[in-house]
């Protein structure tokens, strides 16, 4: 995308991309057109390789041909010659991720890149696989070396994974020992993308920057927080993963336990400081009360849309793709406010927001309320209740609204997968998920699984295109 601008103190060192199941669907979708638009934009380091495994044999020009597709489907618009730049960098190594050998060819040809380059490259391995082969690669690259930096110890690696972590609370907790065995904490980077839209990381400026709220972010002004992420599209496709995984772990457990974070966790002293941002969300998070066994049938809704069955080809399938979660926050600030994170396909609208309620005056009247669109219509919008002109005193709602195309004259913002990719080469690791924030938000969905491991009766239906699901 074009107009941005990476600051010139955020030096990217020369790094070598290495992309586990360059073939699959994330990969084509996302990385792909990321890494080609950052090629184009020029904003990759000098120094930069891109190395694709697959199992299978792959024609690069083939690969092109797929990431041209997406790119006019997506873009409208694929630049030829920026094209043939992007393809200079791309390189394709076939690996079977359960043979050793194939993981010293690999090696190898890292090694000969640095060779080539002549100088000492960060090695970032990006594991758009199956959740379920990460740990025997993760596993592999250790014991073949691949987990230490360049040939003369003067660079380093970085591993990137892609949500689910884990299954549940146990599953994620054995990942993070798998992964920990080869890799330090701080070389993991566990991205959640909806961390990287710019939105969501307007968030915690937003908050810091106008006194204005500061003063009623709390339990005596907010009456209720929603937080609410609607897809117009259906599963499309991913059934295997879909079936598995469900919406309360492919939205709720990241993304959106990743939004809550942001709207209730406290400020962090100082801007820019990883550290202190990842503390704060871990005791934020540490904060949200699970809900008890005996309340998950009142405190959370599940449903599945119509059709889903025939889609997925099981006529008992019980996976939610609708869930809507009501949480409390046991803290100073947040005691007593009761925060619903809701998510679902084949909703009538796309629409991702986090809205704060600071007074509700009846089934009739609009709310008093602060809202962060996430997507689409990026913006913030502040509804304010107001007199109606007129001889009575009736109140009308007024809306003071931001939006991010009027206010910076149509200029883009970094895509979140590209800015995930810059943070992945500068190894800047605020907007990823530490484990101790993967296991805090799966320790409060727990309960919430384990009920619905015994007993699916709550399950409803909802019609494709449903504007809310109560
Ligand atoms: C992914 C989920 O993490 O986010 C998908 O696995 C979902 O199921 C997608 O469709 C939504 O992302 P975005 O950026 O389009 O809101």
Redesign the pocket.
């Known amino acids: 995308m074009a107009d941005q601008i990476i600051p010139p103190t955020l030096a990217l060192a020369p790094s070598i991309l290495v992309i586990f199941g360059i073939t699959g669907d994330l990969a084509r979708r996302k990385v792909l057109p990321a890494l080609y638009h950052l090629s184009k934009d020029d904003l990759l380091p000098t120094d930069f390789e891109i190395v694709g495994t697959s199992r299978r044999p792959l024609d690069i020009d083939e690969l092109l041909k797929v990431l041209e597709l997406r790119l006019l489907e997506v873009d409208n618009v694929c630049d030829p010659a920026a094209l043939q730049v992007f393809r200079q960098r791309l390189r394709f190594v076939q690996l079977d991720p359960a043979n050793g050998d194939d993981y010293d060819a690999l090696h190898q040809t890292l090694d000969d890149i640095e060779t080539e380059h002549a100088v000492c490259m960060n090695r970032l391995y990006y594991l758009s696989i199956p959740p379920q082969v990460y740990g025997s690669v993760v596993a592999s690259l250790g014991s073949r070396g691949l987990n230490q930096g360049c040939q003369h110890g003067q660079s380093e690696s970085r591993l990137l994974v892609e949500?689910p972590f884990g299954y549940d609370y146990t599953s994620a907790e054995e990942l993070i020992a798998t992964t920990a065995a080869a890799f330090r904490e701080d070389q993991v980077l566990r991205i959640d993308?909806?961390l990287a839209?710019e939105t969501a990381q307007n968030i915690l400026t937003f908050r810091r920057h106008n006194p204005l709220f500061a003063s009623i972010w709390n339990n005596h002004n907010v009456q209720s927080i929603d937080i609410v992420?609607y897809?117009k599209?259906g599963i499309e496709g991913r059934i295997d993963f879909y079936e598995h995984v469900g919406a309360l772990r492919?939205?709720i457990q990241?993304?959106l336990m990743q939004l809550l974070t942001l709207t209730t966790m406290e400020l962090p002293p100082r801007v820019g400081d990883s550290a202190a941002v990842h503390t704060a969300k871990e005791t934020l998070l540490d904060a949200i009360v699970p809900p008890a066994l005996s309340d998950v049938t009142t405190k959370v809704i599940r449903a599945q849309y119509e059709d889903y069955r025939e889609e997925v080809n099981n006529p008992d399938s019980t996976t939610e793709t609708f869930v809507s979660i009501q949480l409390e926050i046991a803290n100073e600030r947040w005691q007593g406010v009761p925060i619903r994170l809701l998510t679902g396909k084949a909703m009538a609208t796309k629409r991702?927001d986090i809205t704060l309620c600071f007074g509700h005056i009846g089934p009739d009247t609009a709310d008093n309320q602060l809202t962060f669109r996430i997507?689409p219509n990026e913006g913030i919008d502040i509804q304010l209740l107001v007199k109606k002109p007129g001889y009575d005193n009736a109140v009308h709602p007024a809306s003071m609204d931001f939006s991010y195309l009027t206010t910076f004259d149509g200029h883009g913002h970094p895509d979140?997968y590209e800015r995930v990719l810059i943070d992945a080469i500068r190894g800047d690791n605020t907007l990823f998920a530490t484990s101790r924030e993967v296991l805090a938000s799966w320790r409060v969905l727990q309960p919430i699984l384990d009920q619905w491991g015994h007993d699916s009766s709550d399950l409803r239906t909802y019609p494709i295109g449903a504007a809310k699901v109560e």
Request: proline share 0%.
């Open positions: 949500k993308h909806y839209k992420a897809e599209i492919d939205l990241s993304h991702t997507q979140a």
